[in-house]
């Protein structure tokens, strides 16, 4: 790791105090572990597949580079279609449960806990403000509220949506919303300037995002690149990063 966990905690004691002096809302602070890979990446990407699937999972290799990237991400960063524009921000989590009864009863805790419900409207807002930059006056809404369950956790989902400016297009949308709100914190480019001191070295792939440009129609759809394994090849076989963050 690139942190121990005495430092790992005293980061987080100086971000709690950058909110406290009211220089932040929140900040995800993400750490890094690096270590040889007992597998091919691929087999990595199949296991997940199985035992993880996400909506917007994502598979890349550049054989000439010797890299992979192989994500299990359950999160939308942006998708366009028929010239409207929309993003789901996620913030709130609780495991699954091994009942349906315990199922329920965490997924209540998940929609009564101030904590969470605060961070997720945050999030909402930031992306509202992001979404309008590119739309059409009047067209932004926050289209929908849910608790999607996946195979490991259950998240609070916000879809937020408007009609793309004529004056705007693909890339203008992408420089809009890139990189994720849930994944730098806020406000975005306080966080993200902080987040540089405090990382003090690049994230490369993670919490970035990975997606496709159709040129003949605009449409667009791109992930949030966490839940993520780096693989770099070598002589002696792949070594790999992972991350992971918390706000």
């Not at 960063?77 to 449960?97: A, D, H, Q």
């Not at 904590?115 to 997720?120: D, G, L, N, P, S």
């Not at 300037?193 to 690049?202: L, Q, R, S, T």
Request: proline residues 5%; glycine residues 8%.
């Amino acid at each position: 790791s690139n942190y121990s966990d005495d430092e790992h905690v005293e980061i987080v004691n100086r971000i709690q105090d950058s909110i406290q002096a009211g220089q932040l809302y929140q900040l995800n602070f993400g750490r890094k572990w690096k270590g040889e890979l007992s597998e091919d990446p691929w087999l990595t990407m199949l296991r997940l597949a199985k035992k993880n699937p996400s909506p917007f999972a994502s598979w890349m290799i550049i054989p000439d580079q010797g890299l992979a990237i192989c994500s299990s991400s359950p999160e939308l960063l942006v998708s366009m279609k028929n010239g409207v524009v929309r993003t789901r921000p996620i913030k709130g989590t609780r495991p699954r449960g091994s009942d349906p009864i315990q199922e329920t009863k965490l997924r209540q805790e998940l929609l009564d806990s101030n904590k969470e419900m605060a961070e997720h409207r945050m999030l909402v807002d930031l992306e509202r403000n992001d979404i309008a930059l590119i739309s059409k006056v009047g067209t932004v809404e926050h289209s929908a509220f849910q608790v999607e369950a996946y195979a490991q956790v259950q998240h609070l989902v916000s879809e937020v949506k408007g009609k793309i400016s004529k004056q705007k297009d693909v890339w203008d949308v992408l420089c809009a919303l890139f990189p994720g709100g849930s994944i730098t914190g806020c406000p975005k480019t306080v966080t993200i300037a902080a987040i540089d001191e405090i990382e003090k070295e690049p994230r490369s792939f993670w919490t970035g995002s990975m997606g496709y440009i159709d040129p003949r129609n605009t449409s667009a759809g791109w992930n949030i690149l966490i839940r993520t394994l780096e693989a770099h090849e070598s002589k002696s076989g792949w070594n790999a990063t992972i991350q992971a963050g918390g706000g």
